[in-house]
């Protein structure tokens, strides 16, 4: 490994550790509470140092948000090459079902988004933004394919957004009353995305 690809990977290290810092604070003491010198003290830098990655605590909040959209990015992928035989409404419901399931899996995260009262996961994600796939023309591709070979119903612009707001809800609804421990928690998952799937199937 070359000297600036082990610059990129300590500085890619440390916005973990600041990241998971925030989450631990917001977790214990509440968003109010965070500040940058509280994580320069939990990660044991200078509070000049979290500046250089992150300028507010906006920006935290957007750096933890973009690390659950990463790890939902990575179960999609991951499950879509596993059923890539699968029929288009099929694929649907593995997507929806990875997506809640990875949502939960970093619940912590999802939990300090949450109560940073942070509306930017609703939001629509601007072109510059990191984010890989657009969430909403992603789920649209599937709608028209699905509509193309007579599996859905006529849908208009408007249901992939819904859908993938609808998804937020539910998961962020899990995170915040620990659904996802229950035990019936795939069965709950199971109906919800049974239900989704009703409202765009044809007849």
């Known amino acids: 490994m070359g000297l ?4 990129e990977q300590e ?20 968003y ?8 320069a003290d939990v990660i044991e830098y200078s ?31 991951e499950v879509l090459e596993e059923n890539r035989q699968a029929s288009v409404d099929e694929q649907l419901e593995f997507i929806f079902t990875a997506f809640l399931n990875a949502m939960v899996e970093q ?3 999802g939990r300090a988004v949450i109560r940073s009262g942070s509306k ?6 601007d072109e510059g933004q990191s984010q890989e796939v657009d969430g909403v023309g992603f789920l649209q591709k599937f709608l028209t394919e699905g509509q193309e070979v007579s599996l859905f119903r ?8 819904m859908l993938l707001t609808s998804l937020i809800g539910f998961s962020m609804n899990a995170i915040e009353n ?22 765009i199937k044809k007849s």
Not at 47 to 75: C, H, S, W
Not at 120 to 125: I, K, L, S, W
Not at 156 to 161: F, L
């Open 4 to 7: 600036r690809a082990r610059r």
């Open 11 to 30: 500085k890619e290290k440390l916005r973990t550790r600041i990241l998971e810092a925030a989450t631990k604070i917001i977790a214990e003491e509440g």
């Open 32 to 39: 109010e509470k965070l500040s940058m010198r509280k994580i």
């Open 47 to 77: 509070p000049t140092t979290i500046y250089t990655y992150y300028k507010d605590k906006a920006q935290i909040i957007e750096g933890i948000l973009e690390r659950v959209y990463q790890r939902i990015i990575l179960r999609i992928t």
């Open 107 to 109: 619940a912590e995260m």
């Open 120 to 125: 930017a996961m609703f939001q629509e994600r």
């Open 154 to 161: 006529e849908l208009d612009e408007n249901t992939s957004w």
């Open 178 to 199: 620990q659904l996802y421990l229950r035990s019936d928690w795939n069965s709950l998952v199971q109906t919800y995305v049974e239900l989704l799937m009703k409202g």
